[in-house]
């Protein structure tokens, strides 16, 4: 994987060649008057404050909230914190000609959308919004979803980690990306997987959960989605390794989601990395009933409610070091973690 295919993959860069196959609908399946998504440049103030490491005060309010009067002097002894000159007050910085821009596009997409950045979305922080879920009405619920995300502080400071080239890191302009929201069922949703232009794997998205329709109809998903490559996708990428994801519909209609690099930065899903660039282990899939082409590509999904798992983004919960702790990542934490354990005993 080169910083070239990872630039490739930037919604500003696909999205003009392939904005008919996205979704434009909506959620009752009635065709949207207006853009489908918006993209704006990021402001440099903008992305240091989602990078600062300072205590969270999300910005981007349309009203700042306004305290009342206190009724009685009994309240309003309570309301006051303290008298310390010394004591420091949080104020979030403003951005009025972001926010503006921002709640104009927000309001031309119908007044709720899912926001990105170049390449990722922040699906890890999902559960710190109010309604645990990536639908936004404003700027301060993009800032406050943008702020708790690895994946949002991995675009700003890591966006060509894995990549193999030595050329210096071409110099980058982050966009804030505003799609329109729509309520997508995650068992239709895939991951395909191309190499050397060839679809040789798909898998379900939504690896976590059992969906009975996906095993009950994965030779008709798997030849659909073959049948979209070939007529959309095939030959009209920027790069011959890529990855795709696609949404099917209950009409069995197929529409385009995203494309992301081929390689480690995106997650495989059902597949490991060294399966898909080495070609192995990515036939046999089907049974001699179902056998699909020759070339048909290897389908994975989860076959039955035993391999349910939870999902991964629960880890992004908890703080680094007991996640690191819990999976042996760094050993020095659980070398450190085991001698205060001991210690502990000991004086016990």
């Not at 002097?73 to 420091?88: F, G, L, R, V």
């Not at 059992?210 to 659909?224: A, F, L, N």
């Not at 070609?279 to 009933?289: C, I, Q, T, Y």
């Not at 973690?337 to 004086?347: A, G, P, T, V």
């Amino acid at each position: 994987m080169k910083k070239e295919h990872v630039l490739h993959c930037q919604f500003s860069a696909w999205y003009p060649l392939f904005r008919s196959l996205t979704i434009k609908r909506a959620s009752r399946g009635l065709t949207s008057p207006g853009p489908s998504s918006v993209i704006l440049p990021l402001p440099q103030n903008v992305k240091d404050y989602l990078l600062d490491d300072g205590t969270l005060v999300v910005s981007g309010r349309e009203d700042p909230p306004t305290r009342s009067q206190p009724d009685s002097d009994d309240e309003a002894e309570e309301i006051q914190w303290s008298d310390d000159e010394n004591t420091a007050t949080l104020t979030a910085p403003e951005f009025p000609e972001f926010t503006t821009k921002v709640q104009e596009a927000i309001n031309s997409l119908g007044g709720s959308v899912f926001p990105k950045l170049n390449w990722s979305a922040p699906r890890d922080a999902y559960w710190i919004a109010m309604n645990s879920s990536l639908k936004c009405k404003t700027l301060s619920d993009i800032f406050l979803l943008f702020k708790s995300s690895d994946f949002i502080t991995r675009d700003f400071t890591q966006p060509f980690i894995h990549c193999t080239d030595d050329s210096p890191d071409p110099c980058m302009e982050y966009e804030l990306v505003l799609r329109k929201w729509c309520e997508l069922i995650p068992g239709a949703e895939f991951r395909c997987f191309v190499k050397e232009n060839k679809l040789i794997g798909i898998s379900q998205r939504d690896y976590t959960q059992y969906y009975d329709h996906i095993s009950k109809q994965k030779e008709d998903i798997c030849r659909c989605i073959q049948d979209f490559f070939k007529k959309h996708i095939q030959y009209k990428f920027l790069d011959e390794d890529f990855v795709f994801d696609i949404y099917r519909d209950s009409r069995g209609k197929v529409w385009l989601i995203d494309f992301n690099p081929f390689g480690e930065v995106t997650d495989s899903l059902l597949f490991t990395w060294e399966e898909l660039i080495s070609g192995r282990n990515l036939k046999g899939d089907f049974s001699e009933g179902d056998a699909l082409e020759q070339d048909s590509p290897a389908f994975r999904c989860t076959n039955s409610e035993v391999t349910v798992q939870p999902s991964p983004y629960l880890s992004y919960r908890l703080p680094k070091d007991f996640v690191d702790l819990s999976t042996g990542e760094d050993a020095h934490k659980l070398i450190d973690f085991l001698k205060l354990k001991r210690n502990q005993q000991e004086d016990e």
